[in-house]
């Protein structure tokens, strides 16, 4: 499939299939469009900022609105043979068309390890500059980014960063349906609501139906954490900005629960590999941003325990969101991957299973008497669910063979060097924490 991503004032090239109207647009534009993204983005960060990022940072974003634009219109299922890889050739406008090209290669071999999918990358002329902005700018004297989802993670990042006070973050969230309350509220709570940027992707499509699986969604939340980054006065100075990707080590690593879950099915939003490749590309541009991830060797239970404000966590975090699969609901499904990693770290925070707030679709807070699960419950409407099954196997395999036949390949020497025994310990616990959890609901 071949897609480009571009403004609307840029003619399409030969050969494309779908074009993808990024940054602005009339609606005479757009409906000459299959769909488009960021149209929000520049107002946005003007009116936050009074100033322009700069203009590297603006083609990164260029490249993760294409991405994420042509994520939604290649849908799997109807085009890929396996029902998953699909071969998609995107071609992006940039300002500097040359230095894209010599990294293309790179490129397409990030975003494969990210999407699972085989990527071809154009660049073209026609980078994004907008008109400086008629309010004078003043200071931005912040001195580092933080990306704030309405996670728990990236919670406990905002409540550790304000808490200890040595940094001063501004807090970018990508502002999608369900999450937005939870950001606000967040950096209310922490003393940062001055500090909060929220931006839009708002990807859609027309004629076409959507791919839903949004493996790439990352990769668009570090786009609008570089825009921010550019702003600083640390980083018009010729400083390094640290862009801070709170997320716990078991979940970042997320090693293939069973060989069902290998490769393209086992999310990649903030695997090491992928930070890595990020990383390389940012200093290839000359982009003076560096990624870190203080929890990089925590489970998601040791995040909670050693956060640095309990009282504060404790009032947040039943509030934030976990769900892989919340849909419209918004409202924890409690049994997909993620919501298991969530109930062990609860249970590992406070010792009891019903110490977590949250609430659940499966199983009933009802269904929760004194701690353990009502014997009515026998762990039927819970177990139904593939990733618990997957969980139990794979706390089956470590049981008999030992984590470190279970994480195999997945964390090695070659890719994780001399760290690589410390990656497999946190692999080891999150597993484990989720373990605890279901033994206490009877299933193991």
Excluded at 5 to 12: E, H, K, S, V, W
Excluded at 121 to 128: A, I, K, N, P, Q
Aim: glycine content about 10%; aromatic content about 8%.
């Amino acid at each position: 499939m071949r897609i480009a991503a571009l403004r609307p004032d840029q003619q399409t090239p030969f050969g494309v299939d779908h074009r993808i109207s990024i940054f602005e647009g009339d609606l005479g534009a757009l409906s000459r469009s299959s769909g488009h993204a960021g149209l929000s983005v520049a107002n946005e960060l003007f009116r936050w900022a009074g100033r322009s990022p700069s203009t590297m940072a603006w083609d990164f974003t260029a490249l993760a609105l294409g991405v994420v634009g042509a994520d939604r219109l290649v849908n799997r299922a109807a085009i890929s043979p396996d029902g998953w890889t699909r071969e998609i050739e995107l071609t992006v406008g940039v300002s500097d068309p040359h230095r894209w090209h010599a990294l293309s290669e790179k490129i397409a071999a990030m975003l494969s390890f990210l999407t699972g999918d085989f990527w071809k990358l154009t660049f073209v002329e026609g980078g994004y500059h907008p008109a400086p902005p008629k309010k004078n700018a003043g200071a931005r004297p912040e001195t580092c980014v933080a990306l704030l989802s309405g996670g728990l993670d990236s919670l406990i990042g905002a409540i550790d960063m304000e808490t200890r006070g040595k940094d001063v973050p501004v807090y970018v969230s990508n502002r999608v349906r369900g999450d937005v309350a939870k950001q606000e509220k967040f950096a209310a709570r922490t003393g940062a609501a001055q500090r909060l940027l929220s931006l839009n992707a708002d990807p859609r499509t027309s004629g076409v139906a959507a791919e839903i699986s949004q493996r790439p969604r990352s990769i668009v939340f570090i786009a609008f954490g570089v825009l921010a980054a550019t702003l600083l006065d640390k980083y018009v100075m010729g400083e390094t900005v640290d862009l801070h990707t709170p997320e716990n080590g078991f979940i970042s690593l997320n090693v293939p629960l069973t060989t069902m879950r290998r490769g393209s099915l086992s999310t990649r939003t903030t695997h090491p590999k992928f930070i890595e490749m990020v990383q390389d590309l940012f200093n290839e541009l000359g982009l003076n941003v560096r990624l870190s991830n203080k929890y990089q060797f925590k489970t998601k239970g040791m995040m909670m325990v050693d956060c640095e404000e309990q009282d504060l966590l404790s009032e947040l975090a039943p509030g934030s969101m976990s769900c892989g699969r919340a849909g419209r609901s918004y409202t924890h499904c409690g049994r997909c991957l993620p919501c298991m990693v969530r109930r062990g770290a609860f249970l590992k925070w406070t010792g009891r299973l019903d110490g977590d707030g949250t609430v659940y679709v499966h199983p009933k807070t009802e269904l929760i008497v004194h701690g353990k699960v009502n014997n009515d419950f026998h762990g039927k409407a819970f177990a139904e669910y593939d990733d618990v099954m997957q969980a139990l196997t794979a706390l089956d395999f470590v049981n008999r063979y030992g984590a470190r036949r279970w994480i195999g390949p997945a964390i090695g020497t070659i890719t994780f060097g001399d760290a690589a025994d410390d990656y497999r310990r946190v692999a080891e616990d999150g597993l484990a924490e989720v373990g605890e959890f279901l033994e206490l609901t009877g299933l193991k």
